[in-house]
């Protein structure tokens, strides 16, 4: 069974940092294209950053540019989203999303259960 589990999240104070991680079951995260998405309350679901699977390629959303940065442990087939930086605007449901597709389309197969990340001091 094809699984992706979310972990990390938290509360942290505006300024501070959080690493949210996902471990993936049932198949293998580098031969496929991951993102992070996220879901504010009353707000539609926003991507935040996508890896592609075939050719490394990182997208950022233009609020987290600078910020964010994703990078995969293949060893124990995880992927790793670091939070600098964070505003209260970053509060949401993170979820971690894996497609077989080898590009970044923002369309995701799989979904991992969400991590709560609350950003306030």
């Known amino acids: 069974q094809l699984q992706l589990v979310e972990s990390g999240g938290g509360l942290v104070q505006p300024g501070g940092s959080l690493r949210l991680s996902c471990a993936a079951s049932?198949?293998?995260?580098?031969?496929?294209?991951i993102g992070w998405v996220r879901q504010a309350p009353g707000k539609e679901r926003e991507g935040v950053l996508c890896?592609?699977?075939?050719?490394?390629?990182?997208h950022y959303a233009d609020s987290v540019k600078g910020r964010f940065t994703i990078s995969r442990d293949n060893a124990k087939n995880t992927v790793y989203l670091q939070m600098n930086n964070l505003k209260p605007e970053d509060t949401a449901v993170y979820y971690c999303a894996a497609d077989p597709h080898d590009y970044c389309s923002g369309a995701y197969q799989y979904w991992g259960q969400g991590t709560q990340v609350t950003v306030s001091s």
């Open positions: 049932g198949f293998t995260l580098d031969y496929y294209t």
């Open positions: 890896i592609g699977g075939a050719d490394g390629m990182t």
